[in-house]
């Protein structure tokens, strides 16, 4: 018996073909009709066309990102900290203290510009000298002196710290600023310099204004607080926001100032770490090509250049010539003796040597950093023996030294716990992945 539905099921297929254009799941699924019998069928792949992040359906999206295989989340966390770890490093502080800069000054010049009419009414009453009664009297009255309101100066150091302030901000914000003026060794001093003037631009405003707030001081003065003069002496509510957005931003710029130091410390200890890194790489290189002769040990071969050799084979392209020997390849044992897991016994099983061989690991592990904490320890005091001493007995002392240390660094007890550390290494990363990919499909059956 035929079932009738409200809305015909072409223009349902109508809309969603516009929704999921390019999704030949969706446009076939509502033609399959049954399976074959005893046939297993798995679940369809999920249209990655077809649903973008932006859209409409929670619920998909969440059922998506679940199953998503463990390297594309890795590989989105690092992008992610890829793109936001600049804000937690000192330069990105200096932008966050600069968003609250411009804040900060444009409040401060909308306060400050709301009460520009009392200067109008000060200058209108007064003019442009003191107030009458108290010219040439100040020394007789306390000293006051007050020659009218100074806002235009607000305005003006708030406005140019405000332009300065943006200019630093979208620099910073800049490629440019990463790639090239944080390598430079003068431009956090410059940094530094910059936010130091604009600490003592806004502190002279701050005085300034609050300068004006009390005109100079005159209303202190008892013969001026007349009923006419009232209105002059009263602080008004925006005043005092502006005043505390101007102490404020005093104390930011100071704090700015202190970050620009530490980034410039931060940046020359970079730049001398690299140095360094660079010099012992090259050193090291160096003394390689050196003392790379047929005495080399055979045990200095590691695992990293067998792991080599498995992952990129020789390939012919083209015949086989005649006679030609192919390279074994040399496979690791575990690759065949932990294969993809399929029950829970087999789960077991290897978290079980996982843990066991863990702790083994970790005990070799820290022996050899040691050790090679060591060797970098007399790289740097190595380097810093003379290269030409003029004393035969003190070149050849240098000589049986740089025997000794290389006799220590070819030492084939630490060569073998290396490589055996570099092993393990490697076959614990290998189990782990199996234990991962089999939780990661067995929760996608439970959903």
């Known amino acids: 018996k035929p079932v009738r539905r409200f809305i015909p099921d072409s223009w349902k297929n109508f809309f969603a073909g516009k929704r999921h254009n390019g999704s030949e799941w969706d446009s076939t699924a509502s033609d399959i009709k049954y399976i074959s019998d005893g046939v297993r069928c798995s679940p369809p792949a999920s249209p990655a066309a077809s649903w973008r992040p932006g859209s409409s359906g929670g619920a998909w999206r969440g059922e998506a990102e679940a199953m998503l295989p463990a390297e594309a989340y890795s590989s989105m966390v690092d992008a992610y900290r890829q793109r936001y770890a600049y804000m937690k490093s000192w330069a990105g502080l200096l932008r966050v ?20 009419h009392k200067d109008n009414e000060w200058y209108n009453v007064f003019g442009y000298s003191q107030p009458y009664g108290l010219t040439g009297g100040g020394s007789a009255y306390g000293g006051y002196s007050y020659s009218g309101p100074k806002t235009p100066f607000v305005l003006v150091a708030a406005g140019v710290a405000w332009i300065v302030t943006v200019v630093l901000l979208v620099l910073g914000m800049s490629l ?12 956090p001093l410059t940094e530094f310099g910059i936010n130091v003037a604009l600490f003592f631009l806004y502190m002279a405003a701050a005085i300034v204004y609050v300068n004006d707030a009390n005109r100079g001081g005159l209303c202190y003065y008892p013969l001026f607080k ?19 957005f101007l102490f404020v931003a005093v104390v930011v710029y100071l704090i700015s100032a202190v970050v ?31 003392y790379d002769g047929v005495d080399r040990p055979r045990e200095e071969a590691t695992y990293r250049q067998l792991k080599s050799v498995e992952m ?77 001493p003029g004393n035969l007995h003190e070149q050849e002392r240098i000589s049986r030294v740089l025997q000794e240390y290389r006799k220590k660094k070819n030492d084939p007890t630490f060569l073998e716990k290396k490589e055996r550390c570099e092993y393990l290494k490697n076959k614990l990363s290998h189990i782990k992945q199996r234990i991962q990919d089999y939780d990661k499909i067995m929760n996608w059956n439970v959903q």
């Open 97 to 116: 203290l600069g968003v609250a800069e411009l804040l900060l000054g444009a409040a401060v010049f909308a306060c400050v510009s709301a009460y520009v």
């Open 176 to 187: 440019y600023y990463r790639t090239i003026l944080l390598d430079s060794s003068w431009w």
């Open 260 to 290: 620009a130091l530490k980034l410039w410390r931060h940046e020359a200890a970079r730049r001398h770490r690299e140095l360094v890194e660079r010099e012992v790489r090259q050193g090291l290189a160096a003394q390689s090509r050196r």
């Open 312 to 388: 990129k084979p020789e390939q012919l392209n083209g015949h086989i010539p005649a006679g030609h020997i192919p390279k074994p390849i040399v496979m690791p044992d575990y690759l065949a003796k932990y294969p993809a897991i399929q029950t829970n016994e087999m789960r077991d099983r290897y978290k079980a040597v996982f843990n066991d061989q863990f702790a083994e690991y970790k005990e070799l592990s820290g022996e050899v950093h040691a050790v090679l904490k060591k060797f970098d320890e007399l790289d740097a005091l190595l380097r810093k023996l003379p290269h030409n």
């Open 226 to 244: 007349t009923p006419i003069n009232a209105a002059f002496c009263r602080v008004e509510g925006g005043q005092t926001a502006a005043i505390i």
